[in-house]
């Protein structure tokens, strides 16, 4: 997987604020940071969810094999 380094970065941020210009650039600065956050929340959703599927599937497992000792004495 590649790596990216700081020079990368700093090119990129140029290029940017040449295109963008030094007006807008704090804008979209904002905006990616706005899409981060929101990408961030929808990826921890979602690991909670299956983690608690997990912890679900787990309770389900132990009062099934809690019936079947009931079931065997």
Known sequence: MPTIG???IL???GIAIVV???KDFPIMLK???SWIGTAK???SNI???VSNLEIDDEKIDNEIKKE???DEQ
Do not use: D, M, S
Request: proline share 5%; charged share 30%.
């Open 6 to 8: 700081w020079f990368e």
């Open 11 to 13: 090119i990129v941020v």
């Open 20 to 22: 963008l210009g030094p």
């Open 31 to 33: 905006k990616a940071g």
């Open 41 to 43: 929340r929808y990826v």
């Open 47 to 49: 690991q909670n969810e």
């Open 68 to 70: 079947t000792k009931k």
